[in-house]
């Protein structure tokens, strides 16, 4: 039987983000890495379905009766209510409690991954599909919610959230190369079985390791918030990713991009009047909470620019294989998980928001580099060496982010903190490829074009480096 660890207390006093945190962080006991193990799978589980399915779509077309226009919609169906769907869900855990709704989430996505594994046309597929994003949008925010308030503030959080972003980014990087591996071997249903199979790995050690939390106070659900905030993302979500394939210029993107803007305007005034608000809008004036989520912003969606681009580039200009291709994003995934593996000490040593900005000004320089690649096949190696060097930055900056905003929020608002984050996380990784991406598929001349989307790439993150340094400068007393 779980444990109630229903949460009543404010946390200890934190010490300012920036400032460095004592060094060694204390051992963890076997419980306490169970824990982490479940929590830290079923994150692993969802970045694997972001990615898993991408070099499988061809074959799942050809299966299924898709057409290549609607192709999209495997990507999409998952990314809309998995976007759409964080804030509230990360709120109704607050309220209702965490445990529960992790649970859900994870049985959830466990039948989904099911369904779309068994598919026999293209709506019982994107039915499985959509209901995945559902489960994954309970299971993100209250996944790290749990974290963040099992693992006390200071070294031990830092180390459990270094590990569940390094995880995070090896899953993305996984996908993409046991996606070629398995749809080669054994057919695009392999890549959903595999998440079904980690579902029900984890869903029978949840319920007995997982405490329930959730705010001593039960106020009720704001539904005015819950319901303009979710149709703006949800608006919003489909704008961009449909932008993706095919451009600003179609109605119904244009018409999905300005309902979304006006529906998040609206959830702005909204909660400046509710009396139990679904997101505190002081809590949004928190300098640690607006600079680390732009910071946030910045580093996933302009990450995920530059793996697009270098597709691109790799697989249309140099003429690699799909799995000479995907070894380059193998290397990226190791490194990655070797910086995973030494972010609490950094941090710990130099703080989170220092790590945060140096990591940012490192991933725009060697993005940066990026520039110098052209149409010789030996570009390959610097390409390989640039953006695993860009990707280890890009992970301190996914860590460091999150401590950021999550520093000093008192565990009955973790839920609405976490929600932020992730909720961060999935515009960044959704609007970066509309942004910039277009710039090389428009291109007359693919090289230039991929120059272009580098170049800009570099500049945004290295501006947001230096604003977010300004914008989280420790204040100094005389």
């Known amino acids: 039987m779980a444990i109630d660890t229903t949460t009543s207390s404010a946390p200890a006093p934190a010490p300012p983000v920036g400032e460095p945190e004592p060094l060694g962080a204390p051992r963890l006991s076997t419980r ?31 299966d299924l009766g898709m057409s290549r226009s609607a192709l999209q919609w495997a990507v999409t169906a998952f990314a809309l209510p998995s976007g759409g769907f964080l804030l509230l869900f990360g709120r109704m855990g607050d309220l209702y409690g965490r445990r529960k709704l992790f649970l859900a989430g994870l049985a959830l996505f466990g039948a989904a991954s099911l369904l779309a594994t068994l598919a026999w046309d293209p709506a019982s597929f994107l039915a499985g599909r959509a209901l995945q994003g559902l489960g994954a949008a309970a299971i993100v925010p209250t ?3 749990l974290l963040t308030t099992t693992f006390p503030e200071g070294p031990a959080r830092d180390r459990a959230l270094g590990i569940s972003g390094t995880l995070l980014s090896l899953g993305f990087t996984v996908g993409m190369v046991a996606g070629g591996v398995l749809t080669d071997a054994l057919g695009w249903r392999s890549t959903m079985a595999l998440l079904t199979v980690f579902a029900l790995i984890v869903l029978p050690l949840a319920p007995g ?9 039960r106020p009720r659900l704001d539904v005015p918030g819950a319901v303009t905030v979710t149709g703006g993302l949800l608006s ?15 109605a119904d993107v244009l018409v999905t991009l300005v309902a979304g803007l006006a529906l998040l305007t609206a959830f702005v005034v909204v909660e400046s009047r509710s009396q139990a608000p679904l997101v505190s809008l002081p809590m949004l004036r928190r300098r640690t909470v607006a600079w680390g989520n732009l910071g946030g912003l910045v580093t996933f969606s302009m990450m995920s620019t530059v793996i697009f681009a270098l597709t691109l580039y790799l697989q249309e200009i140099l003429h690699l294989s799909a799995f000479r291709t995907g070894l380059v994003f193998g290397v990226q995934g190791i490194l990655s998980a070797v910086a995973g593996s030494c972010a609490a000490k950094v941090i710990g040593r130099f703080g989170a928001r220092r790590t945060l900005v140096a990591s940012l000004a490192g991933q725009g320089l060697l993005i940066a580099a990026l520039l110098g690649l052209d149409t010789h096949g030996w570009s390959v190696w610097p390409a390989t060496a640039a953006v695993s060097l860009a990707s280890m930055c890009h992970l301190g900056a996914i860590i460091s982010y999150g401590l950021t905003v999550t520093s000093g929020v008192p565990d009955q608002e973790q839920g609405l903190a976490t929600g932020l984050v992730t909720s961060t996380q999935q515009i960044g990784m ?15 001349d ?10 800009l790439d570099a500049l945004i993150v290295l501006a947001a480096a230096a604003l977010i340094g300004l914008g989280l400068r420790t204040r100094r007393t005389a």
């Not at 959704?430 to 007359?444: E, H, K, Y």
Request: charged share 10%; proline share 5%; hydrophobic share 55%.
């Open 209 to 217: 390791l997982l405490p329930e939390s959730r705010t001593p106070e």
């Open 446 to 455: 693919l090289m230039a074009g991929v120059h272009t989307v580098l170049g």
């Open 236 to 250: 919003l979500v489909y704008a961009l990713s449909t932008a993706a394939d095919h451009g600003f210029g179609r």
């Open 143 to 145: 996944g790290m919610s």
């Open 32 to 62: 306490d890495k169970l824990v982490l193990f479940v929590l830290c799978a079923a994150q692993f589980m969802v970045a694997l379905d972001f990615s898993v399915l991408n070099v499988a779509l061809p074959e799942l077309g050809a």
């Open 430 to 444: 959704t609007v970066g490829i509309p942004m910039l991406g277009v710039l090389a598929t428009t291109s007359d």
